[in-house]
């Protein structure tokens, strides 16, 4: 499906929006426009159960009168509407408190060269609709061949071109366009009783990059057959082996703590930790927005501020808290260039690799868990502990030797950190939040 993304109409709307914003009296006015096309196949049993081909333009926009702040959004552009919308906002913004943090960031000066960052895939407008759902109908195909798989949960193809202006009363304008691609797929295994369940996603910027239906439905399959007939274990406390999958959870947890917003509210125990050594000097994580072709990059923020590289734990030193403009002030901080809407969001947020390979982990582990999956929440900022319902594999004598169900994993993000043994090299970077393999020394497991 292409998409004519018409940048100039794009970039005069947002900056009207402004213009109408400051004519009505406001003292600051920012606008974001969002143009785009997305498509979606499901799959399951090799019919087409849902399918999705749509493009959307959204408008959002904030003013900011004598420190005082109102926000509105609209999918209608017509002009009377925008007109209305943006003079009632101003009129909204005198109902609101005053705030002395609140307001426009300066114009950011910094040059980010946009092409270098690989965001755009211009094929992904060339793919044909059959071909999309050929390649999902092929990938669940492939995996249903095993019969160890009992059931589909089904296959998804998505494709989304996005192209994202904004303008704002400080002078800034800019605009970028992005792609996204994913072909995953859902499996069960087992039968009454015993059924066991699990998936697969490849996701990319560039479509040529997805993993091809085979590798796909390889993965999945290889994922749920491995937890068939599990065993229960004892209550413990022993080595935990966190995969990749599992390192994202744990990795957004820290996001969670470090982000300026929880920071300023008081809601995380890292929040008067800055300084501080909260981690082994194994443990560094890095947010980059800046990283070419990587889901979480992007050349400026949603306030128009330039990404960078921000070094969050320095060898497990806390060295950098994330921002938007607004906390960057509550805190006396800079901002980093993770302004998301109102709140703060992460770019390439990650846990950089280390050198050993997930077999040499495994073979480094007398006793413990491999964890492959959880459930539920259990996650609190405000002390750092953590408890969720899991799943994964045992390991003895450094081998995997069965599968394991019906536990609860439990601890604190400041322990993890400080006692990871081991840190993976598979870093693969399959979410914009992410970590390779990890061992922790000893964390307590709940079973029998």
């Known amino acids: 499906m292409r998409r004519e993304a018409p940048r100039d109409s794009l970039v005069a709307l947002a900056e009207r929006i402004v213009n109408l914003g400051k004519r009505y009296g406001a003292d ?3 606008a974001t426009v969002s143009d785009g096309c997305e498509f979606s196949v499901d799959v399951r049993h090799g019919e087409v159960e ?31 509407t925008l007109r209305r919308l943006v003079e009632n906002a101003v009129r909204r913004a005198a109902f609101g408190n005053r705030d002395e ?20 895939d211009p094929q992904v407008a060339e793919i044909q609709t059959d071909q999309k759902i050929g390649l999902a109908r092929e990938t669940e195909r492939i995996a249903l061949e095993d019969r160890r798989i009992t059931n589909s949960h089904g296959a998804s193809l998505i494709t989304d071109e996005v192209t994202t202006v904004l303008a704002s009363s400080n002078g800034f304008v800019g605009s970028y366009d992005q792609t996204f691609c994913s072909l995953s797929l859902g499996l069960q295994a087992g039968e009454t009783d015993e059924k ?18 085979e590798t796909v439905a390889r993965k999945a399959v290889e994922r749920t057959v491995r937890q068939l007939h599990p065993r229960k274990i004892r209550t413990q406390e022993v080595a935990v082996i966190f995969e990749p999958g599992m390192t994202d959870w744990l990795v957004g947890f820290l996001f969670a703590c470090v982000s300026g917003v929880a920071v300023y509210q008081k809601t995380t125990f890292l929040a008067e930790r800055l ?3 909260i981690g082994n000097e194994k443990i560094t994580v890095i947010d980059d927005g800046l990283t070419p072709g990587k889901l979480g990059s992007r050349p400026f923020d949603s306030e128009g501020v330039a990404c960078r590289r921000t070094v969050v734990l320095d ?3 806390l060295r950098s808290f994330l921002c938007n403009t607004y906390a960057g002030r509550k805190l006396n901080l800079p901002t980093t260039g993770n302004a998301e809407g109102s709140g703060v969001a992460p770019n390439n947020f990650f846990l950089l690799a280390g050198s050993a390979t997930p077999q040499e982990i495994i073979a480094s582990t007398e006793k413990g868990l491999i964890l492959t999956r959880t459930i539920g929440h259990g996650l609190n900022p405000v002390s750092g502990d953590f408890s969720r319902g899991a799943f ?5 004598g450094g081998e995997v030797a069965f599968p394991v169900a019906e536990v609860t994993i439990s601890g604190n993000l400041e322990q993890v950190l400080r006692n990871i043994e081991i840190v993976g090299n598979d ?7 992410c970590g390779p393999t990890v061992k922790v020394a000893a964390l307590t497991v709940a079973g029998e």
């Not at 408008?59 to 109102?70: P, Y």
């Not at 066991?196 to 239906?213: A, G, I, T």
């Not at 994964?392 to 003895?396: R, S, T």
């Open 28 to 30: 600051e006015a920012e």
């Open 50 to 80: 849902n399918l999705v081909e749509a493009g959307s333009r959204f408008l959002s926009f904030r003013v900011i009168k004598d420190q005082r702040t109102a926000q509105a959004a609209s999918s209608d552009l017509q002009d009377e």
């Open 101 to 120: 943090c609140a307001g426009l960031p300066p114009l950011s000066l910094e040059p980010v060269d946009i092409a270098s960052l690989r965001l755009f």
């Open 196 to 213: 066991v369940e699990d998936s697969w996603v490849s996701v990319d910027r560039f479509f040529q990059n997805l993993e091809p239906p």
């Open 275 to 277: 300084g501080e050594r």
């Open 315 to 317: 060898q497990g030193i």
């Open 392 to 396: 994964g594999l045992w390991v003895e």
């Open 427 to 433: 870093l693969d970077f399959r979410a914009p939040v």
